[in-house]
């Protein structure tokens, strides 16, 4: 697995955090001399709750026989969908039991979905029940794990939604598959390729995950496209990373984040290769996975997986970004719609 392909933009965090030790830097602080060198404004971005934030007790809940119960496989993908679509600001955790975040429409046409797919015995949607069973538990005990575990399964989608021919109405190419394996992720394609095979012949079940995750903005065209997701998930690193070491100070504002912001758009236009802006258009990913793995960590560990992410790592020196995920983590790629989409790829170009 590599995530980030051992990112040759992984530098720009450091370097930002490097260039002014004060919070709410000016704009000349962080590197840019004049007007006309400043990055274009772009759409301010909300801040993601501290990863390191302490764990917020969770609301009492009685104890009904739905909230003890062992969970089917459909129910558990319901589960996952109404996690998919809650809020990132609020703690909408109960809403998500009752899949209350999902529109009743909505609800009943995933459930259609998932009841065809597990009556078809397709075997990345059977089997979900004991991991939803373990994240679920986590989910209840922390909004971080809430939030952190909602990212990962909405950049899980929209990456395989990034390789159907959905990709044509978000920018007009089609998009590079995400590496779910190690032999994916040994190169990347110069040419784009061809859309993935659709999980029906209608299309009909990429319109509903795209009406589930809602719109992909995109902040730059291309092959594959840089995403605001991705663009976000920077900034959050660089705000988790200056709050490691200034502990009484912030970079966490919206002027900052607007730099942050014009900072990785740059470096995404002059990428130097296909595999460093692969890299950059997977970091949602990346910093998702990282932050479900990091709250389970030891303060080892923690300072292991912040080096890791935030600098080049070289291949002999047996540490990797698979230091980011975990075997629950892992087993999540291989399940759902995302898994059946890109499987169904690499089956067609053989």
């Known amino acids: 697995m590599n995530l980030s392909g051992n990112s040759w933009l ?15 830097a000016a704009a000349s602080d962080w590197g840019y001399e004049g007007e006309s060198e400043k990055p274009a404004a772009v759409s301010p971005i909300a801040p993601t709750k501290p990863v390191e934030s302490k764990p917020a007790p969770p609301k009492p809940q009685t104890k009904t026989a739905a909230t003890v119960k062992a969970l089917s496989d459909l129910d558990s993908w319901l ?6 679509a809650s809020s990132p600001e609020d703690d909408d ?5 009752k899949l209350e975040t999902l529109s009743p429409e909505l609800k009943e046409n995933l459930s259609r979905f998932i009841k065809s797919k597990l009556d078809a015995k397709v075997p990345v949607y059977q089997g979900i029940s004991p991991l939803w069973q373990e994240i679920r538990t986590k989910v209840d005990h922390s909004i971080d794990y809430k939030e952190s575990y909602r990212m990962l399964f909405r950049a ?6 990034l390789k159907t021919d959905k990709a044509a109405s978000f920018d007009g190419k ?6 779910l394996t190690p032999a994916d992720s040994q190169t990347a394609p110069a040419q784009p390729q061809a859309p993935a095979p659709k999980l029906d012949a209608t299309g009909e079940s990429e319109e509903l995950f795209t009406e589930l995750i809602g719109p992909s903005r995109i902040a730059e065209p291309g092959n594959p496209p840089l995403t605001d997701d991705a663009i976000k998930a920077y900034s959050d690193m660089t705000c988790f990373l200056y709050a490691k070491k200034h502990p009484d100070k912030s970079v966490d ?6 730099i942050f912001a014009g900072v990785v758009r740059d470096k995404f236009i002059n ?8 890299a950059m258009s997977n970091f949602d990913l990346t910093w998702a996975s990282f932050r479900c793995r990091y709250l389970d960590s030891s303060p080892a560990e923690k300072e292991r997986m912040s080096i890791t992410v935030s600098a080049p790592v070289k291949a002999a020196s047996g540490d990797s970004t698979a230091a980011l995920t975990n075997k629950t983590i892992l ?10 989409g890109l499987a169904n790829a690499r089956t067609a170009a053989k």
């Open 253 to 258: 504002q919206d002027d900052n984040r607007l």
């Open 331 to 340: 087993s999540l790629f291989s399940k759902g719609p995302w898994a059946e």
């Open 271 to 278: 990428a130097p290769s296909a595999q460093a802006k692969l």
């Open 93 to 97: 955790r109960n809403a998500v039991r």
């Open 156 to 161: 899980l989608t929209r990456h395989w939604l």
């Open 10 to 24: 992984a530098p720009l965090a450091v370097c930002l955090l490097l260039i002014n030790g004060r919070a709410g």
């Open 174 to 179: 089609t998009a590079t598959a995400l590496a």
């Open 79 to 84: 589960e996952i969908f109404a996690l998919i």
